[in-house]
């Protein structure tokens, strides 16, 4: 699997954007997906994960309630839209795969990294 991220940008606090992540591959819906976020100066974190269905997510307690992941397997897509978003929002945002069906919410449980897309949000 092959992953590219896009749809950051610049966006004003309390405004929305829409990441998405197009997989190529024939492969994935094998793997569970995720977004993961690095802001400047810190450690890579996990934001929301989904299995490989679609039926089950899982989010970071910081985005819970702002972010919706979801995906479309014949599409190869995932997709994060961010809502109500905040300055402690801005960092590159990375969609990866895992294989299997469940996700995690460890980074070393992903095996395939897109390039990252930065989303900056202003105050």
């Known amino acids: 699997v092959q992953l590219q991220a896009s749809g950051g940008g610049l966006v004003q606090a309390g405004g929305s954007l829409r990441l998405s992540c197009a997989a190529s591959?024939?492969?994935?819906?094998?793997?569970?997906m995720a977004w993961f976020r690095q802001a400047p100066g810190k450690e890579r974190e996990f934001v929301a994960g989904?299995?490989?269905?679609?039926?089950?997510?899982f989010y970071a307690d910081s985005v819970k309630g702002r972010f919706t992941i979801s995906r479309e397997n014949t599409k190869n897509t995932v997709l994060l839209q961010m809502n109500n978003l905040k300055p402690e929002d801005t960092a590159v945002y990375y969609c990866?795969?895992?294989?299997?069906?469940?996700?995690?919410?460890?980074?070393?449980?992903?095996?395939?990294w897109g390039q990252g897309t930065l989303v900056t949000v202003s105050s």
């Open positions: 990866a795969a895992a294989p299997g069906a469940y996700g995690s919410r460890l980074l070393a449980a992903y095996s395939k």
């Open positions: 989904i299995n490989w269905s679609g039926s089950s997510t």
């Open positions: 591959g024939r492969t994935f819906s094998n793997n569970a």
